[in-house]
């Protein structure tokens, strides 16, 4: 079984930073074509934030280029987003989500979040 769990969010302030980290289980990260993160503020769509491609392509939304890095650790088998420069607009509950392909079957799971919350 696979499973995908957050951790890392928290309370922080305008222009500080937090990492996030996604640990994966049941299956190997380089194993998934796409590990990435979304987020969902209330009121909102998810919306995704950054995502990395097993041969190693990134994509960002545009509000946090600049500003976000994903990236993954093999031997953890865990991605991470690191986000510097926080706003009071990136509060929102930040998910995990892996998704692969094998034959005609795609594969979703999704972990159940972490809130961050950027407030002074």
């Known amino acids: 079984q696979v499973q995908v769990v957050e951790s890392g969010g928290g309370l922080v302030q305008p222009g500080g930073s937090l990492r996030l980290s996604c640990a994966a289980s049941?299956?190997?990260?380089?194993?998934?074509?796409?590990m990435g993160w979304y987020r969902q503020a209330p009121g909102k769509q998810r919306e995704l934030v950054a995502a990395?491609?097993?041969?190693?392509?990134?994509n960002y939304a545009d509000s946090v280029k600049g500003r976000f890095t994903i990236s993954r650790d093999y031997a953890k088998n865990t991605v991470y987003l690191q986000m510097n420069s926080l706003k009071p607009d990136d509060t929102a509950a930040y998910y995990c989500?892996?998704?692969?392909?094998?034959?005609?079957?795609?594969?979703?799971?999704w972990g159940k979040g972490t809130q961050v919350t950027v407030s002074s």
């Open positions: 989500n892996a998704q692969w392909v094998v034959g005609k079957y795609n594969y979703h799971y």
């Open positions: 049941g299956r190997s990260i380089d194993r998934i074509n796409t």
């Open positions: 990395i491609q097993s041969g190693g392509d990134t």
